[in-house]
T-cell receptor, first 114, second 112 residues
Framework: DGGITQSPKYLFRKEGQNVTLSCEQN?????MYWYRQDPGQGLRLIYY???????QKGDIAEGYSVSREKKESFPLTVTSAQKNPTAFYLC?????????????FGSGTRLTVV | DAKTTQPNSMESNEEEPVHLPCNHS???????IHWYRQLPSQGPEYVIH???SNVNNRMASLAIAEDRKSSTLILHRATLRDAAVYYC?????????????FGQGTILTVHP
């Protein structure tokens, strides 16, 4: 079945470390997105990419980096510059075809700084 | 981005209909109205979307006001599995989409 796979489901990071969250999709979707969700809050956009080798900053990009070398993959690196990285991270994708439905989301990665 | 306004929370009894309202007074003519729901510790799930006409699918119905400044998601018979946060979102039309802006959503509680 097609879908989005995020790994790992839970991730613990020591202060000062960089960590990379994986997001892979087999839906042949063009666009991919990373969102952050804090407890009791809505989703905030970190980065998005509409085509391979291109990406744009979202509303809260500071302290994060991404790459889009393959259509299927959009990894997110949480760097040591991100002062409050503990959160629930969600990856999403969608097709750029006109009339297509909305986003498909992964099941998320919960990152905790220890 | 055009914004949406939803009540913070709503409650329903099992097997009763639920009407979840959303105001979007600054909607543009090409904005689609999308609804997603999110269960605890999961990613949001697509529910339904529409442009001008009312829409039905196996999950829900979407009623859109004639002036498009508001819409209502209708769950015809709520079940305990429908307890979730429901987000009403506006998405621009066309073949290329930018960011999707989520508000706080409505927390739906379903009582047995």
């Amino acid at each position: 079945d097609g879908g989005i796979t995020q790994s790992p489901k839970y991730l613990f990071r020591k202060e000062g470390q960089n960590v990379t969250l994986s997001c892979e999709q087999n839906l042949n979707h063009d666009a991919m997105y990373w969102y952050r969700q804090d407890p009791g809050q809505g989703l905030r956009l970190i980065y998005y990419s509409q085509i391979v080798n291109d990406f744009q900053k979202g509303d809260i990009a500071e302290g994060y980096s991404v790459s889009r070398e393959k259509k299927e993959s959009f990894p997110l690196t949480v760097t040591s510059a991100q002062k409050n990285p503990t959160a629930f991270y969600l990856c999403a994708s969608r097709s750029n075809r006109a009339g297509s439905y909305g986003y498909t989301f992964g099941s998320g990665t919960r990152l905790t700084v220890v | 981005d055009a914004k949406t306004t939803q009540p913070n929370s709503m409650e329903s009894n099992e097997e009763e209909p639920v009407h979840l309202p959303c105001n979007h007074s600054t909607i543009s003519g090409t904005d689609y109205i999308h609804w997603y729901r999110q269960l605890p510790s999961q990613g949001p799930e697509y529910v339904i979307h529409g442009l001008t006409s009312n829409v039905n699918n196996r999950m829900a119905s979407l009623a859109i006001a004639e002036d498009r400044k508001s819409s209502t998601l209708i769950l015809h018979r709520a079940t305990l599995r429908d307890a979730a946060v429901y987000y009403c979102i506006l998405m621009g039309g066309g073949t290329s989409y930018g960011k999707l802006t989520f508000g706080q959503g409505t927390i739906l509680t379903v009582h047995p």
